[in-house]
C-alpha cells in the first residue's frame, strides 16, 4: 500500500516538474532525500524527498525532483530510508508548569510506598539545607498519587509532619487535581475543621471533622497562593527547559491549556529573543466563580491577546492567544471522586474480601459550570473570537458541556467555532455521535487508555462493568466519526509522546507496570496507527487553526517536520513507545539534533 502512494505521488510529481519547464525552479535551502516522507495529506501519500525555501515546503516528490532544486549553498540531509513525518501538535499541555518540574523536587511519576515517598521528600529537604526558619516552603511535584503503594493507602498530613523539617511541605498531584500538605501548611492556610469547601474544591476531613491534608482542585489554591511565587526570570529558565524537552520528544506545536499571563509572558520573552522553537498556543482560564459575572474575566484575556498575539501565523514560531479553558469538574478517579456523573459512584456495602459494589448517593461535585451559567458564557467566549476548551472528565460533565454547544450552534448557526472537550474518560454512548453533529473536537490523553492503578484499582469497581467498558473511548469515539486530537497534559504525565501514541493503538501499558496490568483495556477498539499519528498532527492543527500551516507535509506549509529512528506505520505497534527523534526542524530551521 505505501509503494502505490508512493508511486502515485512521484507521478503527480513528474507532471508538475514537465509542466514547470518554462520556469526555473526555485533554488531550495535544505532537501532531504532517500527517505520515507510520511506527509499525512489526505492521501497518506508518500514521498522519496522534500525540499525547502524560506522555511516552507516547496517540493515533495522523488529524489532527482528535489535534487534539481539544490544549488551550491543547500543544506542536504541523507535520511538513509529513514521515516520522516509531520512534527507532533500538543493540543493540551502545561508546560511552564512542566519546565519547572524538571528543574522542582521531582517524585517523577514514581509507584512508592510510604517509607518511599518519605524518604524521597527527605532527600529533597535535606539537599536544599533549609530547615524551615526562613519560611522556605518545601514544594514537590509529580507525585503519582493513585499509584501509592499499597493501593489505596490514605495519605494524610501525618506522613509530612514525621519529615525532618520544620518546613511548610506541599506535595501537589501528577493529575494536578490533588495535594497533600503538612500541619504547618495549613495553620498558614488557616484551613481547619470549620472552612467551608471553595467553589469547585474540597477540604478532606477526617471523622472528628478535622483537615487530613488532602486538599482537591479549586482548595489547592488556598495553600498555592502562599507558596512564593517564581520571578521572571525563573519563569523564562523553565518556558526554556519546556522547549527543550519538547524538541527533544519532535513537539512543533503545542496548546498551553491553563495558561496564567506568566505562562504567556515567559514564552513571549523567548519569542522576542529567537529562542521560540515550538509555535506557542496558550488558553488563559476562567474560573468557576467568574462564570456567572464573566465580563472582569474576558476583560482581563482580551486584553492578554491584545498585548501577547502576534497575529497571523509566521515561518519563525509565535505567540497566539486565540482559546479560552474552563473546568466543567475535576478527575473520575479514587480518592477523587471529583468528576460530574450521570450515575452515582458506586460504593462497598460488603467487606474487602467480599465487596458488595452497590450505587451509592455521590456523583461527584455540583458541576464547576452548571448550564444556566456555561451556555451564555459560551456565547459571550465565541463572540468575542475565541474558541471554548472544556475540562470535562465525567459523562456528566461531557453532557453539560456538549449541550451548551448544543444551544451556541442553535442561537449562532453562522458563528466560525471550534470547541473542543479534554480528557472525555467517560461519555455516555448516546454522547458519542454528537461531537461530529455539533463539530465537538475530543482532546484525548490517549496514554490514559491503558490499565493502570488509576483506570482499575482507581476505577473499575467505582465505575461498575457497564461504565468501565466505555472508559476511555478513544477508538469508539473515532468510530462514531469524532476528529480524535491528541494532547498529553504534561506534566500530568511525563512528556512521552511515543509513549501515547503506542498506548493509543494498542490500549496496553508497558511490560514494566507488571503483569497486573498486562491486558489491554477494555472500552472498545484502539486506534489505528493512522489514526493516532492524525491525532496528533493534522486533527491537532485543526483543533488550534492552524491546519493550512502546519500538521501536514504539502506544498507551501512551514517546513515543520521531524525525522525518527524507525517506521512507525509498520511492524510491532509495541515498538512506537521506543521511537528516537533523531531531528526536529520548525520552519525550516533545525531546534533539535540527537546526540
Not at 533549609?130 to 503503594?149: R, T
Not at 465565541?382 to 453532557?399: I, K, N, S, W
Not at 511515543?498 to 477498539?525: H, I
Request: glycine residues 8%.
Amino acid at each position: 500500500m505505501h509503494s502505490l502512494r508512493l508511486i502515485s505521488l512521484l507521478a503527480g510529481s513528474a507532471l508538475v516538474a514537465s509542466a514547470a519547464h518554462a520556469a526555473p525552479a526555485p533554488v531550495a535551502d535544505t532537501v532531504l532525500l532517500h527517505g520515507q516522507i510520511h506527509t499525512i495529506d489526505a492521501q497518506g501519500s508518500i514521498a522519496q524527498a522534500i525540499a525547502i525555501k524560506d522555511g516552507r515546503i516547496v517540493y515533495l516528490g522523488s529524489d532527482a525532483g528535489a535534487k534539481a532544486m539544490a544549488g551550491p549553498a543547500t543544506q542536504t540531509i541523507d535520511l538513509k530510508g529513514g521515516v520522516v513525518m509531520p512534527g507532533l501538535i500538543d493540543a493540551h499541555m502545561h508546560p511552564l508548569e512542566g519546565g519547572a518540574g524538571l528543574l522542582a523536587c521531582d517524585l517523577q511519576y514514581k509507584r512508592l510506598t510510604v517509607p518511599e515517598f518519605q524518604a524521597a521528600l527527605s532527600a529533597c529537604a535535606a539537599k536544599d539545607g533549609s530547615q524551615g526558619n526562613d519560611g522556605k516552603w518545601l514544594i514537590a511535584v509529580h507525585w503519582f498519587q493513585q499509584e501509592m503503594q499499597p493501593l489505596g493507602v490514605d495519605m494524610t498530613k501525618a506522613m509530612l509532619d514525621a519529615l525532618p523539617t520544620q518546613r511548610p511541605v506541599a506535595v501537589f498531584s501528577s493529575f494536578g487535581h490533588s495535594a497533600l500538605v503538612n500541619s504547618k501548611a495549613l495553620a498558614l492556610a488557616g484551613i481547619d475543621a470549620k472552612t467551608p469547601d471553595p467553589v469547585g474544591g474540597a477540604i478532606h476531613h477526617d471523622d472528628k471533622g478535622a483537615p487530613t491534608g488532602l486538599l482537591e482542585d479549586a482548595a489547592q489554591d488556598l495553600v498555592r497562593k502562599l507558596v512564593p511565587t517564581p520571578t521572571p526570570a525563573d519563569d523564562v529558565v523553565a518556558a526554556r527547559a519546556a522547549l527543550a524537552a519538547m524538541a527533544a520528544q519532535g513537539v512543533t506545536t503545542f496548546l498551553d491549556a491553563d495558561a496564567p499571563r506568566e505562562s504567556i509572558h515567559a514564552f513571549s520573552v523567548l519569542s522576542k529573543a529567537g529562542e521560540l522553537t515550538a509555535r506557542g498556543h496558550f488558553a488563559p482560564h476562567i474560573a468557576p466563580e467568574e462564570g456567572p459575572s464573566p465580563e472582569p474575566a474576558l476583560a482581563r484575556i482580551v486584553e492578554w491577546r491584545r498585548t501577547y498575539d502576534q497575529g497571523a501565523a509566521q515561518v519563525q514560531p509565535t505567540i497566539m492567544v486565540r482559546t479560552i479553558k474552563l473546568y466543567m469538574d475535576g478527575v473520575i478517579t479514587a480518592p477523587a471522586f471529583t468528576g460530574v456523573m450521570l450515575q452515582p459512584y458506586l460504593e462497598n456495602h460488603g467487606t474487602p474480601e467480599k465487596p458488595d459494589w452497590q450505587p451509592g448517593t455521590n456523583k461527584g461535585p455540583a458541576p464547576y459550570f452548571p448550564p444556566a451559567v456555561l451556555a451564555p458564557l459560551l456565547e459571550r467566549i465565541t463572540a468575542l473570537g475565541f474558541d471554548p476548551h472544556m475540562h470535562a472528565d465525567g459523562d456528566g460533565a461531557v453532557r453539560i458541556a456538549l449541550d451548551a454547544v448544543a444551544a451556541l450552534r442553535k442561537n449562532q448557526p453562522a458563528r466560525d467555532v471550534r470547541p473542543a472537550i479534554a480528557h472525555d474518560e467517560i461519555v455516555d454512548p448516546t454522547d458519542f455521535p454528537r461531537y461530529k453533529a455539533l463539530g465537538v473536537t475530543p482532546v484525548l490523553s490517549l496514554q490514559w487508555s491503558k490499565q493502570a492503578a488509576d483506570t482499575v484499582a482507581g476505577a473499575k469497581d467505582y465505575l461498575g462493568p457497564k461504565r468501565y467498558a466505555f472508559m476511555e473511548p478513544s477508538g469508539l469515539l473515532a468510530k462514531a466519526g469524532a476528529r480524535i486530537t491528541f494532547g498529553s497534559d504534561w506534566p500530568v504525565d511525563p512528556l512521552n509522546e511515543w509513549f501515547a501514541l503506542k498506548v493509543g493503538v494498542t490500549r496496553r501499558n508497558d511490560p514494566s507496570a507488571g503483569p497486573e496490568y498486562s491486558q489491554p483495556l477494555s472500552g472498545g477498539p484502539p486506534l489505528s496507527v493512522m489514526q493516532a499519528v492524525r491525532a496528533a498532527t493534522i486533527n491537532a492543527a485543526w483543533s488550534l487553526r492552524a491546519e493550512h500551516q502546519v500538521g501536514s507535509l504539502e506544498r507551501g506549509k512551514f517546513a515543520d517536520l521531524i525525522w525518527i529512528d524507525r517506521d512507525i506505520f509498520a511492524g510491532n505497534p509495541d515498538a512506537i513507545a521506543q521511537t528516537r527523534v533523531l531531528l526536529t526542524m520548525v520552519g525550516g530551521k533545525v531546534v533539535y539534533r540527537a546526540p
